[in-house]
């Protein structure tokens, strides 16, 4: 029997996860589509078998045919899809943010520690791509000696209408604080935002692009270079400066080409391109896991963790200063 999954949110990232879960993993389907917009549902519905259309999410999450729930709705709506979905004790596959400030994912945290287990895993698909894993296996290894920074380049070809100056820390770099979470296994202990003049090709009033430094409870700095309207492509660079060498990520190098005069390949355009392979993977190991009775990768803790830093990095934005992140005591259920 394959796992039945309700995918609750059929934007971008729903609509992606549903043609994943449809067409690519194994061992799943598509069992219901949740979306407030109920025409839109109803037409992603259509397009699997057997598939039902629902406005509300719990409803789905009441079906015989739901097993487990994956969420993909806009941050605002996910604590309460989580607590539904506790509710019913299902396991969830919850898109980054986990919440959209630390204390509504600390609340998340306390809910899923009330029903004794683990129940969620936390869509930081990073830690699925194959470069960053390896990227983490060679740090892990001890090979180039004490990670002292990493420096981080995130760029995006351009940002929706919807998105904020406080969106390119809490939606964008929220990425970067689990990578380098992660990556060193430290937490991070405060926050400092520069910002240089904005670009003329950011829209009227975007503090585009931002300059992020993360100071860790190991020692490390990790820099970030936010820049979500950089008009070229989507790029996602990483590199590790230890105390024996380097190593670095992103490049996009699989394809070089000569031709008239010039070398060069191409750039990704979004990451549902760039992060393909993390995405099917991520996906795939929470089907696995799931139908083994098992809850992998990142956790509501790592979620809390990215939401606190997330909201001191808001701050330290908007007010200027180093600003401290004060987390609570992580709970022996996240150990
Ligand atoms: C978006 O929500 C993502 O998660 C992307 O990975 C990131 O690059 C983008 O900046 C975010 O808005």
Redesign the pocket.
Known sequence: EPLGIAVIGTGR?GADHVRRIDRVISGARVAAVVDIDGERAKAVAAGVDGCTAHTDAAEAMASDAVDAVLIASSGPAHEEALLAAFARDLPVLC??PLTPDAASALRVVEAEQALGHRRVQVGF?RRYDTEYVRLKALLGSGQLGRPLMLHNR?R?VA??PF?TSS??IS??V??EVDATRWLLGHEITAVTVLRPAPSAGAPDGLRDPQFVVLETDGGALSDVE?F?NCGFG?Q?QAEAVCERGTARIGDGHQLVTNMAGRWGGTIAQ??TER?AQAYDDEVRAWVDATRRGEVTGPSTWDGYAAAAVCEAGVRAMEEGGRVRVDLAQRPPLYA
């Open positions: 990232m898109e980054k698909m995130h995006n940002s929706p998105f969106m390119l939606d964008s929220a990425h936010i979500v989507y996602v979004d990451w992060f």
